[in-house]
């Protein structure tokens, strides 16, 4: 070999040893101010080289890849890239025989690795090879006090100097401490009291280059100010810079982590000039951002758009029944507040239609161009008159209210509320949001031991000690089970039906004679439901019986909201002969001395018709002189009057 050619290998050698010289705790660098990354992505792709289930993530320094977690397989993936795509794999580690349930990884150096186990709460050191085998497993620590709940354990692991740092997913969400060589410790008090700040769940953690008194926090659920700063807080999700010292978070980060399904994990590294930030998140999401070293804007200087995510509305209706569920008869969503169309009308035949097409036009967002451009783009709802076969497909549905001639329904229901008793198979692909629900993964696929039949799953919820188990979620294929004492942010989920123990909203009606059972033990919130308190136990004559709760019900319309506010609830308190009245039913929740009705319009004309309604007394007004008795007689004769005629125009 020439010299000239020796000295040029000799280049190529050194370059290639220092292009990744930095090693943990050494990587030349420490996070700019989160104003530095700018608000939009330099990246956002699909990290497919990691199969699924993305967690954790660690940049290693001295490689120069990235190492992800599979959460679901047990897996981590070495992966390799540059500028803003790391996506080429180059080692698959199977790390089943040490953990049950993969989450956080960190690198330590030396191929050296910190894994957690969230169940139970392990910190493991591990050796991944450049041959793809796993070498060394050593567990540093197995459980905290108190014990984690299932699948509530460390999400994240970071060693800084020589203390390891582990994150409490939730209940508590919490950061815990373990000293080389010592005992674990919690670090933190319960985040959900951070000064400013309600963190719930929090998805990972990680060390901020060579910085030595902060960690950054993936939180998936937090309660704090949000893009009006006079306003109300609401839950949102971001990155937060946290400072070891003062147990306090300096700033927080939205960005894309505010659109990502679930954020998992977060990694920072070096890059010539430029500090990169990875965000990965389930199932193989992955956002890149760009900060310069040089960057001189201060710690907390982020402008409230990039600090926050914009509040998520969920979309609420008193209709929430399918054509399945048989629809809700007598109302309509209001049109002059909702996006819609009218899509059939009585004008002439061509122009009507049958309710299965007008469910049909639902279904496929039939709306005009001229709704469509007012903003009218998915169909969520659609009314049918069955009368004059006209129909209404809306966008929404604002301020539903009753209409003598139209059933409304639900494209499909936002909330399961289905009994295993009435559904055998629930609410199909359907499971409540795990990081927004307070749950507990009962029964997992680990092991034959470790499953459970459908029947056991029902069981154990409620057995369930932990918390009140309100509903459960049973995957068929590989008999899993979740136990949720929340439902938040009920979403699709291809393996999971979802159930209830009891159904949450009340539809059962006495129907007069037919005297069915009501929902027993329930009664709608009065704080925030409008209601009338038409019977109490003050004396004999304010008392009444459950006939007369019943038909005051029929009678009753609430008209400082409208005309047509027609009473839909009634509540009657048999030990006491009491009873409430209601408009709507928001709230519903136990009252040990209620029984729940619900009143349709058509059971509300029906009851109208009828002998002891015309004798219906008040007993609000204590009859102490035969001209009240008169009065309110009276007062009957006309609504029926009124009632029969209307009956008689509509027929």
């Known amino acids: 070999m020439t010299r000239r050619n020796l000295l040029i290998a000799s280049a190529v050698s050194l370059l290639a040893c220092t292009a990744h010289a930095a090693t943990v705790g050494n990587e030349g660098f420490t996070v700019p101010p989160f104003k530095c990354f700018g608000a939009v992505a330099k990246n956002r792709y699909e990290l497919t080289s990691a199969e699924s289930d993305l967690s954790g993530a660690s940049y290693d320094p001295e490689t120069g890849n990235v190492f992800v977690v599979n959460n679901g397989d047990r897996k981590v993936y070495e992966i390799s890239g540059s500028g803003y795509a790391y996506n080429t794999l180059v080692n698959t580690f199977d790390l089943t025989s040490i953990s049950l349930d993969l989450e956080g990884i960190s690198s330590l150096g030396g191929r050296k690795f910190a894994v957690t186990d969230e169940n139970p709460a392990k910190i493991i050191t591990v050796t991944l090879g450049t041959d793809g085998t796993v070498t060394g497993s050593t567990t540093l620590s197995s459980g905290i006090t108190p014990a984690a709940g299932a699948n509530l354990g460390f999400e994240g692991v970071t060693l800084i100097g020589s203390n390891y740092y582990a994150v409490q997913e939730q209940n508590p969400a919490k950061i815990w401490k373990l000293p080389v060589g010592g005992t674990i410790a ?323 009606r006495r129907d007069g004679a037919a005297d069915g059972p009501g929902c027993n033990q329930r009664r709608c919130d009065k704080e925030v439901t409008t209601h009338e308190k038409v019977c109490v136990d003050d004396s004999a004559s304010q008392q009444c019986t459950k006939n007369e709760c019943e038909l005051l019900c029929a009678q009753k319309v609430f008209t400082d909201v409208s005309d047509e506010a027609f009473c839909t609830h009634w509540a009657y308190d048999a030990v006491d002969s009491e009873c409430y009245l209601f408009y709507g039913c928001t709230g519903e929740k136990y009252d040990d001395d209620y029984e729940l009705f619900f009143q349709n319009y058509g059971e509300r004309v029906a009851l109208q018709t009828t002998a002891p309604y015309l004798a219906l007394r008040d007993p609000r007004v204590t009859a102490t002189t035969s001209a009240a008795t008169k009065g309110f007689g009276l007062l009957h004769k006309n609504i029926i009057l009124g009632v029969a005629a209307a009956i008689a125009a509509n027929a």
Not at 214 to 237: C, H, I, M
């Open 186 to 508: 919690a670090h933190s008090g319960d985040l959900k009291d951070t000064p400013g700040y309600e963190i719930l769940s929090v998805g990972g953690l990680t060390r901020g280059g060579d910085a030595t008194d902060e960690v950054f926090l993936v939180v998936k659920n937090y309660k704090g100010p949000g893009r009006d700063a006079t306003a109300d807080a609401y839950t949102q999700s971001g990155i937060f810079r946290y400072e070891l010292s003062t147990n306090t978070v300096l700033e927080r980060f939205g960005g894309e982590v505010c659109a990502m399904g679930q954020p998992e994990g977060l990694t920072f590294w070096k890059e010539g000039t430029k500090v990169k930030m990875l965000i990965v998140g389930e199932t193989t999401q992955a956002r890149v951002y760009e900060a310069d070293v040089s960057c001189t804007d201060a710690i907390g200087s982020i402008s409230n758009i990039m600090a926050t995510c914009e509040e998520q509305t969920q979309l609420t209706t008193d209709c929430e029944k399918t054509k399945e569920d048989g629809g809700c008869g007598w109302r309509r969503c209001d049109k002059s507040q909702t996006k819609h169309t009218k899509i059939c009308t009585d004008d002439s035949a061509a122009t009507q239609c049958t309710e299965t097409q007008c469910m049909a036009h639902c279904t496929n967002s039939d709306f005009a161009a001229a709704d469509k451009t007012a903003g009218a783009a998915n169909c969520t709802h659609w009314a049918y008159d069955e009368k004059e076969k006209e129909c209404y497909i809306f966008d929404g549905c604002t301020n539903e209210a009753w209409d003598e001639d139209y059933v409304l329904y639900a494209l499909a229901d936002p909330t399961c509320e289905r009994v295993r008793g009435d559904h055998a198979l629930g609410c199909k692909q359907r499971r409540c949001d795990k990081s927004e629900s307070v749950h507990n993964k009962i029964c997992t696929d680990d092991s034959t031991d470790t499953q459970c039949t459908l029947d056991q799953c029902e069981q154990k919820c409620k057995d369930h000690v932990d918390f009140v188990c309100a509903s459960y979620a049973y995957d068929v294929a590989e008999k899993e089970c979740y136990l949720f004492e929340t439902c938040v942010n009920e979403q699709f989920d291809a393996d999971y039906s979802l159930y209830v123990l009891q159904d949450p909203t009340c539809d059962a």
